[in-house]
C-alpha cells in the first residue's frame, strides 16, 4: 500500500514569491493534517481536514498561508508571498477515523528554502 | 492539553537497551500515551501507544506506571539505525489533531 505522498522534496524561492505543495494521503483516509517543522522542534500543525472541510486552521497564518483539498483526497498548501521565516518542512499526514490508535502517517516532507 | 517533558538527548551503544521516560503530569483520564519516531529527512512514524500498565509490540515497550504520570519507551538491544528522534505525545487516541509534539528526543546509539 501506498503512503503519503508528497511533491516537491524540495523547493528553493526567492523571498515574496509564490510556492504550493501537493499531498496524496494514503486511500480512505479521510483525516488529513499540515504540519510545519523547524529545524530541531517537533511538527506544528497548521490545518487539520475532515474530508473536504477544514475543522481546525486556527494554526494556520491566513493572510499568507492558504490550503485546499478538493474532493476530500488530494490536498495543496500555499503560500503568497513567501518570508524568509517560511523556510522549514512542510509534512503532510493522513489518519483514518475509528482506527484504534488514531495513529497519524506521515509524508516525507517538503522542504522550503526562502532566500 | 497535557504537556509532555522528555530528555533533549540520550546516547547509547549498539546492543543496549534504551529507556527514554516521559512525564506527564496532567495527563487526563481519556489520554493515551503515544510515541514516534523520527529519522532525518522524513516525517515521524508511530511506534507504540498505550493507556496503562505495558504495552509491547515487535519494536518497542511501552511502561506506563499506575498514576500515569509518566511513561517509558524501552528499545531493546538498539542499533545504530535507532538513531533518530523519539516524541512522546499525550492525548486522546482519535483525535490526531490534540497531538502536540515537542521536541522530542534525540537519540543516538553508537558503534
Known amino acids: 500500500e501506498a503512503g503519503v505522498v508528497q511533491s516537491p522534496r524540495y523547493k528553493i524561492i526567492e523571498k515574496k514569491q509564490p510556492v504550493a505543495f501537493w499531498c496524496n494521503p494514503i486511500?480512505?483516509?479521510?483525516?488529513l493534517y499540515w504540519y510545519l517543522q523547524n529545524l530541531g522542534q517537533g511538527p506544528e500543525l497548521l490545518i487539520r481536514y475532515e474530508n473536504e472541510e477544514a475543522v481546525d486552521d486556527s494554526q494556520l497564518p491566513k493572510d499568507r498561508f492558504s490550503a485546499e483539498r478538493l474532493k476530500g483526497v488530494d490536498s495543496t498548501l500555499k503560500i503568497q508571498p513567501a518570508e524568509l521565516g517560511d523556510s522549514a518542512v512542510y509534512l503532510c499526514?493522513?489518519?483514518?477515523?475509528?482506527?484504534?490508535?488514531?495513529?497519524?502517517?506521515f509524508g516525507e516532507g517538503s522542504r522550503l528554502t526562502v532566500l | 492539553l497535557a504537556k509532555t517533558t522528555q530528555p533533549i538527548s540520550m546516547d547509547s551503544y549498539e546492543g543496549q537497551e534504551v529507556n527514554i521516560t516521559c512525564s506527564h503530569n496532567n495527563i487526563a483520564t481519556n489520554d493515551y500515551i503515544t510515541w514516534y519516531q523520527q529519522f532525518p529527512s522524513q516525517g515521524p512514524r508511530f511506534i507504540i501507544q498505550g493507556y496503562k500498565t505495558k504495552v509491547t509490540n515487535e519494536v518497542a515497550s511501552l511502561f506506563i506506571p499506575a498514576d500515569r504520570k509518566s511513561s517509558t519507551l524501552s528499545l531493546p538491544r538498539v542499533s545504530l539505525s535507532d538513531t533518530a528522534v523519539y516524541y512522546c505525545?499525550?492525548?486522546?487516541?482519535?483525535?490526531?489533531?490534540?497531538?502536540?509534539f515537542g521536541a522530542g528526543t534525540i537519540l543516538r546509539v553508537k558503534s
Open positions: 486511500s480512505g483516509h479521510n483525516t
Open positions: 499526514a493522513s489518519s483514518l477515523r475509528g482506527q484504534d490508535t488514531g495513529e497519524l502517517f
Open positions: 505525545l499525550v492525548g486522546e487516541r482519535e483525535y490526531g489533531n490534540k497531538l502536540v
